[in-house]
């Protein structure tokens, strides 16, 4: 499964726990403290999944990486002055 239909099974599952825990509270009167705290960490877990959900849907794709354009212009001929070619020696020697 991807990350957005993972996303989309906890939500499922939390918006089931919020219609139990409204039921539970009616049954239980609902003043308690007990059935104040299932409710506010309910909807702690509501907004740590809409925050979840925001982070996912800032993130680059894994695996496709941004495209560098490559210019076709010949490199500056006076970049290479001061260097040798590399496994072939200096331009004044030969290669061993």
Do not use: K, N
């Not at 990350?3 to 499922?12: A, G, K």
């Not at 290479?80 to 590399?86: A, F, G, N, P, S």
């Amino acid at each position: 499964m991807s990350v957005h239909d993972e996303l989309s099974s906890v939500q499922r599952c939390l918006d089931d726990l919020t219609r139990s825990v409204g039921r539970l509270e009616q049954q239980m009167g609902g003043g308690g403290l007990d059935m104040r705290r299932v409710r506010t960490d309910a909807e702690h877990l509501r907004e740590s999944i809409g925050l979840l959900r925001a982070a996912v849907a800032t993130q680059v794709t894994p695996g496709r990486p941004d495209l560098v354009t490559m210019s076709d212009t010949p490199y500056d001929d006076s970049l290479w002055i001061d260097t040798d070619d590399e496994g072939l020696g200096a331009r004044d020697r030969r290669a061993p």
